[in-house]
Antibody, heavy 115, light 107 residues
Framework: EVQLVESGGGLVQPGGSLRLSCAAS????????MDWVRQAPGKGLEWVGR??????????EYAASVKGRFTISRDDSKNSLYLQLNSLKTEDTAVYYC??????WGQGTLVTVSS | DIQMTQSPSSLSASVGDRVTITCQASQDISNYANWYQQKPGKAPKLLIYDASNLETGVPSRFSGSGSGTDFTFTISSLQPEDIAAYYCQQYDNLPYTFGQGTKLEIK
């Protein structure tokens, strides 16, 4: 069974940083592209970025709203995906989900950016 | 970026009703459209992929159709457990984009 478990969310001040993790199990993590998607409170879904697999050189893509501030990385030896959030803004407040192939999502982790 | 215009934004229907939600893409996305259901406090759940394919385990009262720029999601007979928000998504081009969502309520 595919399982994705996010962690690392919390309260951070504007301008601060946070690192989110997504622990994967139940599939060969290294074979798959992985995405981060976020949802601000009471709002819709926003794709944040993607990590391609080893066969595609682990290249990454980002939404314009986070490019230059967020960095996606992965450690295939730990079956883990990461999202480094820097220079956080209040509008980055959201539940952050990791997802595989559109069909498998974690439960999400809440990031709150507030002074 | 490809815009997905979803309507209506909210919908009230009775149990047993046929419910339809539409999504229009700002450019041709072939059949690269998904439909998701999201219940409060939960992650989105994929219902339909490739515009018209039912995800494994999803009840057959859910269906999708369309290609190019116009897509339709239908619940043939609304059940109480279908109360949720529904989102379309295009995955033809990055950045993948979602419709604004439809909040479905029981009348």
């Amino acid at each position: 069974e595919v399982q994705l478990v996010e962690s690392g969310g919390g309260l951070v001040q504007p301008g601060g940083s946070l690192r989110l993790s997504c622990a994967a199990s139940g599939f060969t993590f290294s074979d798959h592209y992985m995405d981060w998607v976020r949802q601000a409170p009471g709002k819709g879904l926003e794709w944040v970025g993607r990590s391609r697999n080893k066969a595609n050189s682990y290249t990454t893509e980002y939404a314009a709203s986070v490019k230059g501030r967020f960095t996606i990385s992965r450690d295939d030896s730990k079956n883990s995906l990461y999202l480094q959030l820097n220079s956080l803004k209040t509008e980055d407040t959201a539940v952050y989900y990791c997802a595989r192939d559109h069909a498998n999502w974690g439960q999400g982790t809440l990031v709150t950016v507030s002074s | 970026d490809i815009q997905m215009t979803q309507s209506p934004s909210s919908l009230s229907a009775s149990v047993g009703d046929r419910v339809t939600i539409t999504c229009q893409a700002s450019q041709d996305i072939s059949n690269y459209a998904n439909w998701y259901q999201q219940k409060p406090g939960k992650a989105p759940k994929l219902l339909i992929y490739d515009a018209s394919n039912l995800e494994t385990g999803v009840p057959s009262r859910f269906s999708g159709s369309g290609s190019g720029t116009d897509f339709t999601f239908t619940i043939s007979s609304l059940q109480p457990e279908d109360i949720a928000a529904y989102y379309c998504q295009q995955y033809d081009n990055l950045p993948y984009t979602f419709g604004q969502g439809t909040k479905l309520e029981i009348k």
